[in-house]
């Protein structure tokens, strides 16, 4: 199964902002986002995936995903996996800070010593996981591992990528009379018609594959996505032409 | 100040990836540790979007306020869907055109102007908590 382009790494942090270690999660990340690898990583804010639109749930469907929460209520890990998918890795700062034995990060607006200490084991914790997660082949669809594989390099990028500005793409499409919002339809048609697949009905039905890893296609109704879907690429296929 | 045991919640944007959430979050600080901390009590989104209980039972049981970082407005939104009414809403974009001088640059670190931009809107946001504690009085003593 192809992957879409802009391989990237997603990084959801709780941010909780009445614990010291909410403001680890932040720090951490954005010491990842912005310094230790800009051009791997993208995140979203954890509410968006309430507040925001389809594109924004679609984001840990879309992106392996390193929820990065400060306790062990998890609200990022649980929140990603209910309203976005299943992460591909946890982490929680007040285990990695006995893990290594630190002291107690204090001060959630200004962090003690040992809080900096944490974020610093926490990027660190964050970087080799990124790297474990673009160095294999990851199954958006089940949420794990299929095989060790190497990937093409993710684009250049000269600061922390925010998607909260630049959610998933989403594509109304009609469907039985319907218009269904449906994640990454305009870049999973971008990669079809770039790969040279002109629309027919292998195309189609390869094309509802890959709808429906980052999108739910209710059972019972793959006959109406699949008409939806062959008429929006012919017409897509007809606007673009055959890739030269 | 309020009597004992009225509160105001004080409820951030947890944006991350703009320096105007980080403005929001450093507010909500100043509010509750500096300006009003006996009046007020930061509650943090990410409790919210997993539906905490005590958060919620926060929000729902006292005036609240919002800050928001940007248009998506996911403070108040998530206040909303909590079932708390928010008394009132803050969005930093609208501080920021007021004193446009103090322009945020930073994200993990706020530069000076945007640090002069979290204590406006910290005074701004004092004046509605003073307010709204005053009504919460007033409708207890009525």
Redo the contacts between chains.
């Keep these: 199964m192809p992957d879409l382009p802009q391989r990237k790494v997603g990084i959801v942090?709780?941010?909780?902002?009445?614990?010291a270690e909410?403001t680890v999660t932040?720090?951490a990340?954005?010491?990842v986002l912005?310094h230790v690898r800009p051009a791997e990583t993208v995140?979203?804010?954890?509410?968006?995936?309430?507040?925001?639109g389809a594109g924004d749930r679609a984001f840990a469907r879309f992106y392996p995903t390193i929820a990065v929460d400060g306790c062990d209520?998890r609200?990022?890990a649980?929140?990603t996996e209910?309203y976005s998918g299943k992460p591909a890795a946890s982490v929680i700062v007040s285990d990695l800070v006995i893990e290594h034995g630190l002291g107690r990060p204090e001060g959630?607006?200004r962090l003690n010593a040992s809080g900096q200490q944490a974020v610093g084991v926490t990027a660190d914790h964050i970087v080799g996981l990124v790297d474990q997660l673009l160095g294999g082949k990851w199954s958006r669809r089940t949420g794990s591992f299929i095989e060790p594989a190497a990937t093409a390099p993710a684009a250049d990028a000269s600061q922390?990528a925010?998607?909260?500005?630049s959610p998933i793409p989403v594509q109304k499409v009609d469907v039985d009379g319907r218009a269904v919002p449906l994640a990454g339809l305009p870049l999973i048609f971008e990669q079809f018609q770039g790969a040279g697949k002109a629309p027919g009905a292998e195309v189609t039905k390869e094309l509802l594959e890959i709808v429906r890893i980052y999108n739910d296609v209710p059972v019972g109704t793959d006959e109406e996505y699949t008409a939806a879907l062959a008429r929006e690429y012919a017409a897509f296929y007809r606007r673009k032409g055959a890739p030269r | 100040m309020s009597s004992e045991g009225r509160k105001v919640m004080i409820v951030?944007?947890?944006?991350?990836?703009?320096p105007y959430?980080t403005v929001s979050?450093?507010a909500?600080?100043e509010v509750t540790?500096d300006l009003r901390p006996r009046s007020t009590q930061?509650?943090?989104?990410?409790?919210?979007?997993?539906g905490?209980e005590e958060a919620r039972a926060a929000v729902e049981a006292h005036p609240t306020v919002t800050i928001d970082g940007?248009k998506?407005?996911?403070?108040a939104?998530?206040v909303h869907?909590s079932g708390g009414p928010t008394a009132q809403g803050f969005a930093v974009l609208d501080v920021y055109r007021r004193h446009r001088g103090f322009k945020p640059v930073g994200?993990?670190e706020l530069n000076e102007g945007g640090q002069q931009l979290a204590h406006a809107l910290a005074e701004e946001i004092t004046v509605a908590v003073d307010e709204l504690i005053s009504q919460d009085e007033a409708r207890h003593h009525a």
């Design positions: 942090a709780c941010s909780g902002e009445e614990l909410g932040r720090l990340a954005l010491r912005e995140t979203i804010c954890l509410p968006l995936f309430l507040a925001g209520k609200c990022a649980r929140a209910l959630a607006r922390a925010c998607a909260c500005a | 951030p944007c947890s944006g991350i990836g703009k959430g979050r450093e909500a600080y540790e930061l509650v943090a989104l990410s409790l919210l979007v997993l905490d940007c998506l407005a996911c403070a939104k998530m869907e994200i993990a």
